[in-house]
């Protein structure tokens, strides 16, 4: 199998707000996520982000204040010794008919278009029905956390069966490590 994660950005790596993350001051980690990428390139992982970034067609910033954004993210990451290999993000808003936003799965074929590589079983953390949605119809395996939407994704009904649950990525990353291990 290959290794790697994928994983949703706002509410999973950075503290996520209904009124979006339009600068790099408004991205702020979620404590412990760097780091737990970090453990997860120690480990021989590579990790991608896949991320819905509506703002950009909702007028709210531009993909040039997107990148800037996702340099503090490398940089700050990079200070613990860890890296995101790629970012892959969909600018489109929610009434465009894109096959890229989730919870359509286009990005995360093109990943696996890009990478080579079949994503059975690779795991995708995400705190939405459409970022476990989308991870599904790829292949990946859905993967739940509470921080983020993660608390309003689980009272909202949806099935969540068979999908494993997490505090944080740090206790995802915890408990996957552990059973490597």
Request: charged share 25%; hydrophobic share 40%.
């Amino acid at each position: 199998m290959v290794k790697l994660v994928i994983l949703d950005r706002d509410g999973v790596i950075n503290e996520d707000s209904d009124d979006f993350i339009k600068t790099p001051d408004e991205w702020v980690p979620i404590p412990g996520s760097l780091e737990a990428i970090a453990r997860l390139n120690s480990a021989g992982y590579r990790v991608v982000v896949i991320t819905n970034q509506s703002g950009i067609a909702r007028g709210l910033f531009d993909t040039e204040t997107l990148i800037s954004i996702h340099d503090k993210m490398h940089n700050l990451l990079a200070e613990m010794g860890g890296e995101v290999e790629a970012v892959l993000f969909c600018p489109h808003g929610p009434k465009d008919d894109c096959s890229c936003r989730k919870p359509r799965g286009g990005m995360f074929k093109q990943l696996a278009s890009r990478l080579g590589i079949d994503l059975n079983g690779v795991p995708a953390v995400g705190d939405s029905g459409r970022d476990l949605e989308a991870a599904a119809s790829a292949g990946a395996l859905p993967v739940l956390v509470r921080s983020g939407k993660g608390e309003r994704t689980l009272a909202s009904g949806i099935s969540l069966e068979a999908i494993p649950l997490f505090e944080n990525l740090a206790a995802f990353v915890d408990s996957y490590l552990a059973e490597e291990g």
